[in-house]
C-alpha cells in the first residue's frame, strides 16, 4: 500500500477524543485533508464508539476517492483464543458497515502486546490487558492473514505500544506486520498508554521496523496534547499525559522564541525523525488541519534544531 502523504489523518479527533467538535466539521474536515493530498485515513472504531468511521462512511458514501486507503482496527485484550476469530469478524464488520465499503487497507491489532501471564501492576481495565504472545502467534496471526486471503483487507498491522521487548520479538518473527504504529515525539513518552515496566523503546522499534521492512505510521506526535499549549479536554492532574506537560515548559519556550505553536514545532519534528512513513494527525477540524499542512510545506527541521529540542525536554 506505500508510499502514502508524509501525513494521515487520524481518526481520534473524528472520534471526538481530542476535545468537542461536530460532525459536520469532521466530515468536512475529512475532505478537506483528502483535497489537500492526504492519502491515508487510519480510523477505530474505538475512536467515539464507530464516529470516526461514520464520519468517513458520510464523507464519501462507500465511493473513496481514487488512492485514498483506510485503516481500522480490532481491541482484543485478552480474549481467549476460542473467541478471537468471533470478535475480530464482529469488529471488522461493524466498521464495514460504518464506512459503506466492502475491504479496508490496513486492519490493525489494537490492543498491548505482551508476553504471556504479564499483567500491569494496578491495572483493572479489561480493555488494556495485552494480548498474550501464545494467542498472538497462534491465533491472532493466522487469522489476519486468513483475512488478508478472504479478501476483506488488504494488510495486517500492530498498534505497537505494548511491551517493547515483546513488539520486537514480533518485529523479527518470520509473519511479521506489514506496518506498525510507533510512539513518534521529542519525548519518546507514550503517556498513559504506557502500560509495561520497562523502559519504553519507540526509537529502536522505529529502527527494528525499517530493518525488516516494516511501514511505520509514527502516532502521538504531540503526546495526547502534551507538547502543545494547552489541553483541549480534562486531563487528571495525576496522569501520564500531565506529567509530559509539565516536562516541556522549556519545549514551550523554545517554540514561542521560533514564532511557531508548540503543536507545528512538535509535528515538524515528528515529520523530521528517520524511518517514519508517515505522521498520523489527531486533529478533529479544517483550521488544525490547516496548521497540519503549513508545519509540513515548512519542511524537516535543522539538525541544530532537533538538538535544541531534544535538549528543551531534557531539562
Not at 491495572?123 to 494467542?135: F, G, H, I, K
Not at 497540519?292 to 529540542?309: T, V
Amino acid at each position: 500500500m506505500w508510499p502514502v502523504s508524509a501525513l494521515t489523518l487520524g481518526g481520534g479527533g473524528l472520534g471526538q477524543l481530542w476535545g468537542p467538535t461536530t460532525r459536520e466539521e469532521c466530515v468536512a474536515t475529512v475532505r478537506a485533508a483528502v483535497d489537500a493530498g492526504i492519502s491515508l485515513l487510519d480510523l477505530a472504531p474505538l475512536y467515539g464508539n464507530g464516529e470516526s468511521e461514520q464520519v468517513v462512511g458520510e464523507a464519501f458514501a462507500g465511493k473513496l476517492p481514487a488512492g485514498l486507503r483506510v485503516t481500522t482496527k480490532c481491541l482484543l485484550g485478552n480474549t481467549a483464543p476460542g473467541k478471537v476469530e468471533a470478535k475480530l469478524r464482529a469488529s471488522l464488520e461493524q466498521s464495514l458497515r460504518d464506512l459503506r465499503l466492502e475491504r479496508v487497507d490496513l486492519f490493525f491489532l489494537h490492543s498491548n502486546l505482551g508476553p504471556d501471564g504479564y499483567t500491569h501492576p494496578g491495572e483493572t481495565n479489561p480493555l488494556r490487558a495485552p494480548t498474550p504472545w501464545s494467542t498472538f502467534t497462534d491465533t491472532v496471526r493466522p487469522l489476519l492473514v486468513k483475512l488478508v486471503n478472504e479478501g476483506l483487507i488488504g494488510a495486517w498491522g500492530m498498534s505497537a505500544i505494548g511491551v517493547p521487548s515483546t513488539l520486537l520479538q514480533a518485529f523479527n518473527d518470520d509473519l511479521q506486520p506489514a506496518v506498525a504504529q510507533c510512539i513518534t515525539n521529542p519525548l519518546d513518552s507514550p503517556g498513559a498508554l504506557r502500560m509495561y515496566e520497562e523502559p519504553a523503546r519507540p526509537r529502536d522499534l522505529i529502527r527494528a521496523a525499517n530493518d525488516r521492512g516494516i511501514g511505520v505510521l509514527g502516532i502521538r506526535a504531540v503526546q495526547a496534547g502534551a507538547l502543545t499549549d494547552a489541553f483541549d479536554r480534562n486531563i487528571p492532574e495525576e496522569s501520564a499525559d500531565m506529567a509530559d506537560y509539565h516536562r516541556v515548559a522549556g519545549f514551550r519556550a523554545l517554540a514561542r522564541e521560533l514564532g511557531q505553536t508548540p503543536a507545528d514545532l512538535a509535528h515538524r519534528y515528528a515529520l523530521s525523525m528517520p524511518g517514519i512513513a508517515t505522521v498520523v494527525l489527531g486533529i478533529k477540524n479544517r483550521d488544525e488541519l490547516n496548521a497540519c499542512l503549513a508545519a509540513e510545506a515548512a519542511g524537516p527541521l535543522a539538525p541544530e534544531l532537533i538538538e535544541r529540542i531534544d535538549a528543551s525536554v531534557r531539562s
